[in-house]
């Protein structure tokens, strides 16, 4: 079974800095991109990060520049490293491995065969 474990989350003053963990077990699909992403209660799903299998990086607008996402070379673990946060960033972030690079809002009717729990991070 795949199991996804993200850590890292808790709660931090604006221009703080998190550092969240992805821990990956029993995930064999190398070719996937492996992609962070945040839900803010009432809003939609958002990826904010995402890292391909030859390395490329991927951010979107509202992170970039402050979130730096990165792997271990066997693709077990992503970290999302996340500078100067904004309240606005304040959101529980899951990691998913997907064929597709998710970037932006992600609609509802997308299903990810493989989701964390996911990690609380609040800015104040």
């Known amino acids: 079974d795949v199991q996804l474990v993200e850590s890292g989350g808790g709660s931090v003053q604006a221009g703080g800095s998190l550092r969240l963990s992805c821990a990956a077990s029993?995930?064999?699909?190398?070719?996937?991109?492996m992609g962070w992403f945040r839900q803010a209660p009432g809003k939609e799903r958002e990826g904010v990060a995402a890292?391909?299998?030859?390395?490329?990086?991927s951010y979107a607008d509202s992170v970039k520049g402050r979130f730096t996402i990165s792997q271990d070379g066997a693709r077990k673990t992503v970290i999302l490293q996340m500078n100067n946060l904004k309240p606005e960033d304040t959101a529980m972030y899951y990691c998913?491995?997907?064929?597709?690079?998710?970037?932006?809002?992600?609609?509802?009717?997308?299903?990810?065969?493989?989701w964390g729990q996911g990690t609380q991070v609040t800015v104040s």
């Open positions: 890292i391909d299998s030859d390395g490329s990086t």
């Open positions: 029993g995930y064999t699909y190398s070719s996937y991109c």
């Open positions: 998913a491995p997907d064929p597709t690079l998710w970037i932006g809002p992600v609609p509802e009717y997308v299903t990810f065969h493989y």
